[in-house]
């Protein structure tokens, strides 16, 4: 893609604004980029490619994710994730902990609870089930070390879904940066 790049912005051919839309990660994304079509085609497939890999990586509505394995696995034995997970989790621990906890990862019990009562007005969650829930929350109920996630209590769960758009947009800007695609307008 990169000598794809750098051929486009010698071809001689006139820039101009173009603009590609599409779904992901259960929303929508908007890209703009100025420059040749052929620029334009290989940043939108660096697009394409980075948000579908973001989507496989933290989608908790994908049985496949990387999030959902996370999630599933019920034990506080160290698990091994890639690199781009560890990287957005870190991410999200010093969030969590600059705001003392205002921004949680762990937070996806609660969601859940929340979910389902929203779906469900006529059944109201009981107490216990808001204990055990919130019992499961807690940034500093999860650490990254290198690529070894490990939980403090087995059943903690993620959900990273406050965070992943700005961790995908900041990736593809360096990414199109990297390849020579500077002029660009990237909503998630």
């Known amino acids: 893609l990169a000598s ?10 006139p820039e101009r604004v173009h603009a590609f839309a599409g779904p992901t990660m259960g929303s929508t ?16 497939e660096i697009v394409e490619l980075e948000l579908q890999s973001f989507d496989l990586a933290f989608s908790n509505w ?31 621990l010093r969030v969590a902990a600059a705001t003392d906890g205002a921004f949680d990862p762990t937070v996806k019990p609660l969601s859940d609870l929340y979910r389902a009562a929203r779906q469900a007005p006529d059944k109201p969650f009981s107490e216990d089930a808001l204990a055990e829930a919130a019992a499961l929350v807690g940034h500093r109920l999860v650490t990254i070390d290198g690529l070894q996630l490990t939980k403090a209590r087995p059943g903690v769960q ?31």
């Open 158 to 188: 993620l959900d990273l879904d406050g965070i992943v758009a700005g961790a995908a947009a900041d990736a593809i800007a360096a990414h199109l940066e990297g390849v020579g695609v500077s002029s660009f307008y990237l909503q998630i």
């Open 62 to 92: 994908r049985d496949d994710s990387e999030i959902a394995r996370v999630n599933a696995h019920r034990s506080e034995a160290p698990l091994e994730v890639s690199e781009r997970f560890a990287d957005v989790l870190r991410t999200a």
């Open 29 to 44: 994304y908007e890209l703009k980029v100025v420059g040749t079509s052929t620029q334009a085609h290989v940043a939108r």
């Open 4 to 13: 794809l790049a750098m051929f486009a912005s010698c071809s001689g051919e």
